[in-house]
DNA sequence: GTCTATAGACTGATAGAC
DNA sequence: GTCTATCAGTCTATAGAC
């Protein structure tokens, strides 16, 4: 599959493959300068298509919008998955999502510019954004509050404001490690450290 | 001064209190779908002008935005040093400052849109947030060394990574914050409260 | 100081050919 | 599945009248 296969007669290997570039090609976009300021044709150039050709793919700028998000959740939520499994804590897991985005800047710009974008009531995102807001420290409180019940959390740490907190140094480590793009690495936050760091902090010795 | 006298032949007491107008609009948009998307056209509606008749007071939509910036810093800047010179400690100081613009909330919206959309290098804010995110975090920390000095910071915290962590704790609380529009207050984040709580667990006993 | 008119460029989406 | 052409709308900024 994939590659450089000629368009078969059904066309169906090609715009898979197409498909893939473009979502990729709009999470890096999207990322760089928003949503609203990203555009379909500056997308569809940067994987070598027209912006009629890319409609054919995705509906509208907003559909493309939702399968982004709906890609980068499977992703995440995988391989989360995959860590707790594997038996690492919650602060644990989240310190090494951390880890893979360092790597991936693309993908913690893409997050940072549409969760302040989508804080406006009318953007396509706003929706998405809500219910990640309350579902993700909802939670992380629930893990903190087994936490506390075997005695791990700091006795003197509230759940719910301690939930609220991780999800909070998280958002905004990340607009700090943006704004530092370019300084020597030594000068920029160790944002899985500052993470550890942080859970470290809440827990008992 | 102000108000309703009528255009004087200079023309000078009615341009005045429309460049604040126009602020103040500016502000409000900004903070709405932030500054790429806001449109001039938009903002000078909203006091009742043309957008040419914007143009005249601010030559380009950029200096309107660094008008904007330099007219927050000067706000904010002076009443953060009152607070200082009534005793307040830098933690107490920013949590009165949160509480000021959780009255505000346009003043949130508008910097949680604009430092994550200056995050990329060619927007016309990104020198202005560099500067301010080497800065804030640098006055903090030095801040901390002295608690830590006098025996006030827990022995165990860092004065440079907790630094970090107030501000990151502040730019992430407003995101959850704007994204609970419309809860219950009850169940929105109480952000001073957040902040104090903070504060408060990286000092000793 | 504010206006109308306009230049010149960009936007998302559609029609219809191949 | 991809294209060209196009529609109807938006944008920043400028020219020039009053």
Redesign the interface.
């Known amino acids: 599959m994939s590659s450089a296969a000629p368009p078969a007669s059904t066309g169906y290997a090609r715009g898979r493959a197409t498909r893939e570039e473009i979502l990729e090609a709009a999470v890096q976009l999207f990322g760089?300068?928003?949503y609203?300021?990203a555009s379909l044709r500056e997308i569809a150039s940067r994987v070598g298509i027209s912006h009629p050709g890319l409609l054919h793919h995705f509906p509208s700028k907003a559909a493309l919008l939702e399968a982004v998000l709906a890609r980068r959740d499977e992703v995440d939520s995988i391989a989360l998955q995959a860590d707790l499994d594997a038996g690492h804590s919650l602060g644990e897991a989240f310190a090494r999502v951390v880890e893979r985005n360092v790597a991936r800047p693309g993908i913690v710009?893409l997050f940072?510019?549409l969760?302040?974008?989508?804080?406006?009531?009318g953007h396509p995102a706003h929706a998405y954004?809500?219910r990640r807001?309350a579902e993700v420290?909802a939670t992380v409180r629930r893990d903190f509050e087994q936490l506390r019940d075997r005695g791990v959390l700091r006795p003197?740490?509230?759940p719910a404001?301690a939930a609220?907190?991780l999800?909070?140094?998280?958002?905004?480590?990340q607009?700090?490690w943006?704004?530092?793009?370019g300084l020597p690495p030594a000068e920029r936050?160790d944002m899985p450290a500052?993470v550890r760091?942080?859970s470290a902090?809440l827990m008992v010795g």
Do not use: H, K, M, W
Request: overall charge negative.
């Open positions: 760089e300068v928003g609203r300021t710009e940072v510019s969760s302040a974008e989508a804080t406006s009531a954004f809500r807001y420290p003197d740490v509230d404001t609220r907190q999800v909070a140094v998280l958002d905004g480590l607009v700090q943006l704004l530092e793009e936050v500052a760091a942080f902090s």
